[in-house]
């Protein structure tokens, strides 16, 4: 059966023909007369391609692609990334199902009303020309570009992916949101602690001695990390895992700890306080590479006991005293600061609380420690496409400046007299409806899924209500397109020119276009130079985006002499030959202890932090004050990166519909038994789900996966999740980061 | 032979029929539709109601066919295959490799996907011109192709259509749905008809074909 659908055997089909010159004569409306005949092809012969996974993922895996006869056949990791040392994970094999998925947005088209499910195809030319008399309209009616806003994170990195930015900038000033729903907190906590941050080769964590993962969850999220973590555990290290949730990671641990969500500041400054009067402290550390650390052992000494951390966190004292020996005693010991433990109220304090116990027993600077966050050393790049000019004339804001997210890479800019208006990336809904003069009425959405990962649902609903026109530039039929007006389908990494770099590891990955961009689809600055074209054509000057781009050519003008540097490289197209790593002095960060804050040291005070209205010291945060019964915890999902992957048939195999993760004792309690749908509900909204019954979870707590969406489901855990900010972010984003993981509701058996 | 069956299959399975039929499934918009639609109409004798809202059909199609939303019915031969519902799998090289016999290949090969039914539903055209041209040649690559081919996944292209169809007067079609003949509804039951009696008649003709195609149903 298997060979009979793939179909057609050739013997037979070639039996009888022999009309090659005739070609020309068939009575064919579309198939064309094609001189390469079948022998010219072989099966046995691939054509291998570089590409690099866009998905904004620690371990941004550098990719060998198979094609034959202009088909992708299968994928693997390259071997040449120790890194990624061959390997990729479940979401990263199951790309040619992305690639070739029939459900894959193919055409530029228009729906004649938001969520009526009624789509005309247009061609791009119309879809340019309704998007571009729109923007000329508001430039009429405004005298600005303001009512224009773009909102775009990281759901399709790559270099060029910041022509998005820059098609902007080419139009006008325009307004930005801004900030980042991921790690904001924590960049600013290590900015204020550090100088930067910037996290060791995690590759180094083979050296470590003791390794605590804080919050994170690598064996889902960063699959390529644990082989180092598992080395190190080979070796002798011991691993603690700490996280609300027994993950897969904390099953690999030797030691798990379940503290209370967001007791982690109180954790920490309970072990900085045993490691103090234990006298652990690393003296030539604190003496001469760090600034504030007798004003912070004085702020323990009053403050702080191992039983207040005990009863805060819910971790026995007699463990915190253990682990913080052990982790003191450690040389080197090592602590990996998940993002998932800053999305809260009292995040970025956290993280500064946990950057001082890694500073105070001097394990920063050194190999195999450190506190690992994440960093964007190697990110160096030259940001042609990004970087493009406002047309003459241009009226923007004023009194605006300050950075435009974690990934801004426009500071170096003049102070212009006009810049573009930012707003708040993580109140999306909440800047809609409030922007006003001019009031955002246009919105492009690019490398985005605001319905699946932006906060408060149902907000969003009301705030999308009041745009005039909504232009999402994506791959499937996200909720978002569902309230759209016009979507343009976009290239995925198989069918364009890009380069990658993470913000985890150390490794740079080229991305070649494998193959020719299936349907219409069309790559984001190509989308910019359709649109430019068409500006300019209604308005001559509108537009300074080129209107004609090879992206061939547009990935080689990312490159500079410091990027082949860096990676020792002599030029880009070395990197077919396999991705290539940064050369480092050392595999630690601050190896040389030149710190990157205003005192040149470790700041266990930051007068700057103070300024920016927060402690001076890592001093103990209070969380967010519970608003209803149990905890709500929108964690990653094991086979999606938000909302993207799920929605592919191998991922359906594996979850077949969402549900809500329940303890047994609580769920008695409300009368909810295994499989139960229930209705979970706060003030923002609720959802509806089957239940699992699991002792993984906390008994006050109740956990979905994040993303979910498809035609069969209106799932959506943002129904729960309001706006709260974090405490950091604004420093270094721009905004605050979102408190995700403080989300209350209540529960109830339907 | 496929000559001796022509009579019996003109009704539906004229030239004219598949062409309009192929037009149908590569319509990219309304005028499109309603072109190719009453030429079907036309060569099948189902008229349709004047009053049809073509706009409506255009939305119809799309839900099913081209999306953007997840499409119930894909008209690529390669999303019904036993092992993969991919695009681009073994159904659309198999199709490759048919046009390359004939010295024929689909426009900008690599992006729409070979096994379009539009792009077969043409391969099927040349292929009876090819045994019009010559007679003594034996059916065997137009039989292959619709019957190891076409007839693989078209039943199930079919009943992923008739299934996902709106009932009655949810088409957006106006009057009671006795009397109503949706575009749609027309251009799959011709398809369906024309398939049928394409496999019928080459069953009929060739008992190779017959082993064959024991193993199909």
């Known amino acids: ?750 | 032979m496929p000559d001796s069956h022509t009579g019996k299959r003109a009704e539906i399975a004229d030239n004219e029929t598949l062409a309009a039929l192929r037009d149908f499934f590569a319509a990219t918009g309304a005028a499109d539709l309603r072109d190719a639609a009453s030429r079907i109409a036309a060569a099948t004798g189902s008229p349709l109601p004047a009053e049809t809202d073509w706009t409506t059909a255009e939305y119809l199609f799309n839900r099913l066919f081209v999306g953007p939303a997840a499409v119930p019915a894909p008209p690529y031969a390669s999303a019904y295959g036993d092992d993969e519902s991919l695009l681009m799998g073994k159904p659309a090289q198999a199709a490759r490799q048919a046009y390359r016999s004939m010295g024929l290949a689909v426009p900008r090969q690599g992006t729409i996907p070979d096994d379009h039914l539009a792009f077969e539903l043409d391969a099927v055209l040349a292929l009876r011109s090819l045994a019009e041209a010559s007679p003594s040649s034996p059916a065997g690559p137009h039989a292959a192709f619709i019957t190891d081919h076409m007839a693989c996944w078209l039943p199930r292209f079919i009943q992923a259509v008739r299934a996902n169809l709106p009932s009655g007067t949810a088409e957006g079609m106006p009057g009671p749905p006795e009397h109503t003949v949706c575009p749609v509804t027309l251009a799959v039951d011709t398809l369906a008809a024309w398939l049928d009696e394409e496999t019928r008649s080459m069953a009929a003709s060739s008992p190779h074909s017959q082993n064959t195609n024991s193993k199909e149903e």
């Open chain 1, 1 to 750: 059966m298997k060979e009979k659908n793939s179909g057609l055997s050739r013997r037979r089909f070639l039996q009888g023909i022999s009309a090659a010159g005739a070609a020309a004569l068939l009575p064919c409306r579309f198939l064309m007369p094609h001189s390469a005949q079948a022998a010219a092809f072989s099966e046995q012969e691939y054509q291998v391609f570089r590409n690099a996974c866009p998905r904004n993922c620690y371990d941004t895996c550098s990719i060998k692609t198979y094609v034959q006869d202009g088909v992708v056949k299968f994928i693997e990791g390259a071997q040449e990334s120790t890194f990624t040392h061959g390997g990729l994970c479940v979401k990263g094999y199951a790309y040619p199902r992305r690639v070739y998925s029939p459900d894959r947005i193919k055409y530029p088209m228009v729906q004649d009303g938001r969520r009526t499910g009624n789509w005309r195809r247009v061609t791009w030319d119309e879809a340019m020309d309704r998007i571009a008399r729109k923007v000329l309209e508001l430039k009429e009616q405004d005298g600005s570009l303001l009512g224009l806003g773009l909102t775009k994170y990281s759901g399709n990195f790559g270099i060029t992916n910041y022509g998005v930015e820059g098609m902007m900038s080419s139009l006008g000033y325009t307004t930005r949101f801004v900030g980042t729903p991921c790690w904001p907190a924590g960049i600013d906590a290590q900015n204020y602690d550090l100088g930067d941050m910037w996290c060791n080769d995690p590759e180094d964590m083979v050296k470590s001695r003791y390794i605590i993962i804080w919050g994170a969850n690598p064996a889902w999220c960063s699959v390529h990390s644990m082989k180092y973590v598992m080395e190190a555990k080979r070796r002798g290290a011991k691993v603690v895992v700490i996280d609300p949730v027994f993950t897969q990671t904390a099953a690999k641990g030797d030691v798990f700890w379940q503290p209370e969500t967001s007791s982690d500041g109180a954790l920490a400054l309970g072990m900085a306080r045993h490691i103090l009067d234990a006298g652990l402290v690393d003296r030539d550390f604190v003496n001469n590479h760090s600034v504030g650390f007798n004003e912070f052992a004085d702020y323990l000494r009053a403050n702080v006991t191992v039983e207040w951390a005990a009863e805060r966190s819910g971790i026995p004292a007699q463990q915190i005293r253990e682990v913080a020996e052990e982790f003191a005693s450690a040389d080197p010991a090592t602590i990996w600061i998940g993002y998932g433990m800053q999305r809260h109220t009292n995040g970025g304090a956290s993280v500064r609380a946990i950057d001082a116990l890694v500073a105070m027993t001097g394990n920063v600077g050194k190999e195999g420690g450190g506190a690992r966050y994440g960093h964007l050393r190697t990110w160096g790049f030259n940001y042609h496409a990004l970087l493009q000019k406002q047309p003459e004339g241009a009226v923007g804001f004023v009194g605006g400046g300050g950075p435009k997210g974690d990934f801004d890479f426009t500071k170096e800019e003049a102070a212009a007299s006009y810049t573009d208006r930012t707003v708040n990336i993580n109140k999306t809904a909440q800047a809609i409806l409030d922007t006003k003069d001019p009031a955002i009425r246009m919105l492009w959405v690019s490398c985005k899924n605001p319905f699946a990962q932006d906060f408060d649902r149902p907000k969003l609903e009301k705030a999308f209500d009041t745009l005039d026109l909504v232009v999402s530039v994506e791959q499937f039929f996200t909720e978002t397109v569902s309230n759209s007006d016009i979507v343009l389908p976009v290239t995925t990494l198989f069918e364009e020119w890009t380069v990658n770099v993470s913000y985890w590891h150390y490794w740079m990955g080229l991305n070649e276009q494998a193959i020719t961009p299936m349907f219409e689809t069309k790559s984001n600055i190509e989308i910019a130079a359709l649109l430019s074209k068409k500006m300019n054509e209604l308005s001559p000057g509108s537009c300074t985006f080129p209107q004609e781009i090879d992206t061939r050519e547009w990935l080689e003008k990312e490159f500079n002499q410091g990027i082949y540097d860096t990676f020792g490289i002599s030029h880009w197209t070395d990197l077919r030959n396999g991705p290539a790593k940064a050369r480092m002095a050392s595999s630690a960060s601050w190896h040389d202890k030149a710190f990157g804050t205003p005192s040149g040291k470790y700041e266990f005070r930051s007068e700057l932090c103070e300024q920016n209205g927060h402690a001076a010291l890592p001093v103990y945060k209070e969380g967010r004050k519970p608003y209803d019964v149990f905890r709500v915890l929108t964690p990653h999902t094991q086979f999606g990166l938000h909302s993207q992957f799920i929605n592919l048939d191998w991922m359906k195999e594996y979850n077949k519909e969402p549900f809500i993760y329940m303890h047994p004792d609580a769920a008695r309690e409300k009368g909810i038994a295994d499989l139960d749908t229930v209705r979970v509900f706060n003030k923002v909204g609720e959802v509806r789900s089957r239940v699992k019954l699991t002792r993984n979870v906390a008994k006050d707590c109740l956990l979905m996966y994040e993303a979910w969406f498809g035609p069969e489901s209106t799932f959506n855990v943002q129904n729960l999740v309001d706006d709260e900010a974090s405490d950091m972010g604004a420093f270094k984003t721009g905004a605050p980061g979102v408190a995700l993981h403080d989300q209350f509701a209540n529960v109830e058996k339907l």
